[in-house]
């Protein structure tokens, strides 16, 4: 009997403890159960009130012209980034707009990678806004966005023909939260600008601006070294004029289905705005267009405005940065393009 | 060594033998289990006790699932031009009130003056916490003092001595957009004008919420200013159901004569395969428009599937959805959506909206049974029609009266009209009390009764109700005609009076040329 008893008692302060605690708990619990469930339906908070929360704008008076420095015209640039390049940070800040009109928008991905960058972003945009005044920007935002990327962001990977309607999707759906979210009253002009272009005159935006169109792209090239030669070589081929046989190609499609430029799975002998230049020839010659790519993309907020977004489903059978192109034509605008402007891609 | 006792045999005595039972087997008791494996023990213990923990204080879970990415995701208070919002948690949920989160309301204006103060009773009554509702208005090509009074009752809102009424931020959008067609009930429901007037309502639409959307914005609820009877607690009706897009019901009353009240908003349909076929015949350009015999499309419509004893909650999925109350979660218009100033698949606007959303993959919902009351605009010639009975019963009790009065001895008559005239009175009292007590009853209830529109032209209580503020303009405009017709015939009446006067002095003059010859 006395094992018995010992070998129980030898097991009690735990026990003791257990239950005097879960009493403890379970009276903590009844006596405080009432402002408990008070707290969850509890009112927020009221706001401030007053007059000084309604605000006016005039929207009627907004402009976005050819002098637009002059005008003083506020310019979003906005760029979404899943990798982050020195290179493309340090173009950014050498832009010779005033950087006071300047507002940029960020959106990552989510996962492990983006947050890599997130710390580089970080870090380079606190070193900007706490440095000299006039480097800082007007306004920096940046937002994570909802929704997971389908896509992995290798080289490899991000060219091949069937991962590209998920990837593009994926895309069109982060640049569209982006506008949609930092688009003010106040903006005049929309500068998209891929992350991972690294080169750019410093005064891209006055030169795209000076054109006074409602879209226009510059064009995209990149860099690369061959036997110790540095040469230049087309990039991106979202920018083209329409052919029959891509005309022909869509009829023949189901609703689904997408027309990719730059595959050979897929030849739309569309004229190409990558192989339009011409080495010496004017900057500033324009060339009407039915796709645009988005890696260096001036255009009119009003175009955003009026609804041109960047559609995450086939429109005409286009994607993305082209499906925008058709919906802003769709909606009375034009796209132009700059062959013989470049700017440059990172190369990996 | 006591559980080696203990083994077969559950009351050892130390005075006994040792003994083993081998052939029976015993289980072990739980509690020997625990004790063996003291390390699990005490994970379930800890593991139950942080369920609990987390169940009775959810607040935890906020201190516990802050990160390495979520606490760098965060505003620096030292650099003010910096903003960092993580979109996952304004993406909506079906319990928003409880969350805190933030509502966009998206009201645009066009010669709304009159439906104002209707509106803000309505804002004031809603109950989803005011402070997490942010508005925006845009006023296009208003030509009425829309603004000005606008201004005056947001102030008057925004100040009031209860904190709990005041909204988050507001904000006043102007911007004209030339107008295709003017805002009169039968111009702005014309088949022809349809086209167009969507696809600028559209772009409206589209530069309202660009200007007005943020990151911290979960939901957009779109709301017309022409509601006349909407439940306070509608956002958080429809947000319980936690679809991407949802709209009510959208009925409207009528004057008894035309059947007491009517579906109105016809855009909110489930596509149908007469349709499909019709739009392939149509051009790139064209856009359907519901509800005009030109396009027979044998949809579903939402509103005539009403039933006013049906279920609330009841869903169906549609594909176009109309724009008089549209609750839809910020992450809609984030991934793209929006209201087409174009033709898309042959519609525009809300329609295409429905359409675009469907075409994203995203839950288009409509509550047959949840009803939103429009306000009554009558037609041109419902107002004729209206003037023209009230005219008939005018000339009615006209001639009654004067039946009576040739009826009545001359004696007799000076005692009646006392009588009449004390009748009247109480009648009168009566129908004041009756108003101030059936204002809270339906407009349709209300509307069948009958009245006396030149009665009721002083009683400010009709105005809450579209039915009787039209009965009451039809009256206005009777009274102005009568007065008018009253004032032609002084007139007539004064000038045959000169003629006559000028006859008689002409004739004396003719006299008087007479006598001269």
Redesign the interface.
Known sequence: MGAYKSSRARNRPLTIISIVGAAIFFLVYLLSSSPSTAKVTKRPDASVGGAKSIIRHQLNGLSASWNSFENKERVLILTPIARFYEEYWNNLCNLNYPHELIEIGFILPRGREANQALLRIESAVKALQTGPKKNRFGKVTILRQDFESPFSQSEKDRHALSGQKERRAAMARARNSLFTTTIHPQISWVLWLDADIVETPATLIQDLAAHDKSIIVANCYQRYVEHGESKIRAYDFNSWQDSDTAAQMANEMGEDDVIFEGYAEMATYRTLMAYLYVPGNDVHEEVPLDGVGATALLVKADVHRDGAMFPPFPFYHLLESEGFTKMAKRLGYDAFGLPNYLVYHYNE | M?SL?MNGNP????SQPFIISPHRFQSRSK?QML?RLPVR?ILI?ACS?AS?LLF??PTISTFAGSS??SS??RD?P??T????????N??GTGRGW?R?ERVLMCIPLRDAAPHLPLFFSHLKNLTY????IDMAFLVSDSKDETLLLL?TL??RM???KD??????????????FGQVVGQGFSDRHGFDAQGPRRKLM??AR??L???A???EHSWVYWRDVDVEIAPPTIIEDLMRHNKDVIVPNIWRPLPDWLGGEQPYDLNSWQESETALQLAQTLGEDAVIVEGYPEFETWRPHLAYLRDPYGDPDLEMEIDGVGGVSILAKA?V????A??????FEKHAETEGFGKMCK??GLSVIGLPHYVVWHMYEPSVDDMRYMSEMIQARLHKEKEQQEKAKENNNKDESDRMAEAAAIAKAEMEAAKQKELSSSSGESPLQEAGKETDPLEIYNSPVYFLDSVKAAEVRAAKQVAREIEQARKEAEKKAKEAASEANKDKKDGKKVVIAKDDA
């Open positions: 006591s006792i009351f050892p005595h130390p509690s004790r023990r213990l006790l609990l009775f204080f390495l990415t760098l995701f620096d030292l650099i031009t910096v903003h960092h919002y993580d979109l996952a304004s993406q409880e805190n916490p005011h402070s997490l201004n947001l102030e925004q100040n009031d904190p709990y009424m005041h909204f988050g931020r507001i904000e006043i959008f102007e911007k004209d559209a772009r589209n530069w919420l660009s200007a959307l943020r990151p992450r218009f984030r991934s793209g929006h209201f087409p100033a174009f033709s075409r994203m």
